[in-house]
């Protein structure tokens, strides 16, 4: 008899984004004179052609792959030095971090998974509300929670509310955790933390000798110059946290996929009986064991987002999509709502109005708009009663979501 991971059995309706597609593709086909119509600034995927420079690169690589002398078979799965050296120099010069301690991959969000896979039974995990879905799912999947109650918590885990009145940037436990996800700036709300709140989660992690997930996916979107960049810009951070970036975002790698994982040698863990155990080395395991490298042509292309002129590129795109950000954040206000969000990250997060729902905003949205949003429930129920817009989109498309805003929420 075949038996199955139960786990699975455990995770409530299907992810959240394929659920939004799957409302939205019943929608288009009951109305398929709207299809046209439609405008998704739901999921946040990227809409705009990668950089130039990104795009040369990897032309050149693939040619040097039609040439016996140039060609390259399997590569290190760490990722190859020219890369890895690239992201220290220009990601976390000053900071202490050896190309060593890159690991380069396919996605962050794969990373953010697989990183479970070197955390044993038994670790007591802490998750913000609202949350990116993966977090959650992910520990589900492994069998770290039981199942789940009616607003779609799961027993086993230690929820941090995120609120407005906190900033979206939840309070340190009161109780004891091992393993804590942290993603600033934050997706879903677009909120950052302070330097001084991550100065105190590192000291309750290494007090506690917890580790925090970090995920920094979204870092390059900063504008403000006092918002930390990176969770190792924070004394003792190397001794208590693994940092996660992608290429994703800022250089429009969605469907291109490549990213990277930091994990500092002095970073430690425990077995079974107490004894200290590097996660370097175990995560260098794992890396080795399940995963062949990301591709030759992409990592050539992620290396020239370091580039002088990838580094203008990036910056004219994150530039216009955080323009876009502040049009959806006006239009949302000028109608009386309350907005967070979009000032140092690519969404806007939304108050519903008063006695709507978050699925229910959602149906408005696509109904009453034919724009695709993601209802706040979906990451959480501290989600409940926002909904988040995506600025990854042309400037048309954007100035027309916010025109359609007005008309139908006004």
Known sequence: MARINDN???????????????????????????????????????????PEACRR?????????????TFRGYGPEQGYDFLREAIVTNQFAGLGINADEVFVS??????SGNILDIFGPGNKIAITDPVYPVYVDTNVMIGNTGEADESGAYAGLVYLPCTAENNFVPAIPEEKVDLIYLCYPNNPTGGTATRRQLEAWVAYAKENQAIILYDAAYEAFIQEEDVPHSIFEIDGAKECAIEFRSFSKNGGFTGTRCAYTVIPKELKGFTESGE??????????RHSTKFNGASYPVQRGAAAVFSEEGKEQVASLIKGYMGNAKLLREACEKIGLSVFGGINAPYVWVG???????WEMFDRMLEGAQVVITPGAGFGAAGEGYFRISAFNSRENVEEVCRRVEENLG
């Open 276 to 285: 200290e155990q590097a996660i370097h080395q175990l995560w260098s395991r």
């Open 57 to 69: 690169a990897m032309h050149g690589a693939v040619d040097e792959q039609g040439n016996s002398e």
């Open 352 to 358: 519903c109005p008063e006695g709507v729902s978050s």
């Open 8 to 50: 699975f059995l455990k995770l409530k309706a299907g992810y959240l984004f394929p659920e939004i597609a799957r409302r939205v593709n019943a929608y288009t086909e009951a109305n398929p004179e709207l299809a046209d119509k439609l405008i998704r600034c739901g999921i946040g995927d990227v809409t705009e052609p990668l």
């Open 106 to 111: 396919d996605g962050s969000k794969c990373d």
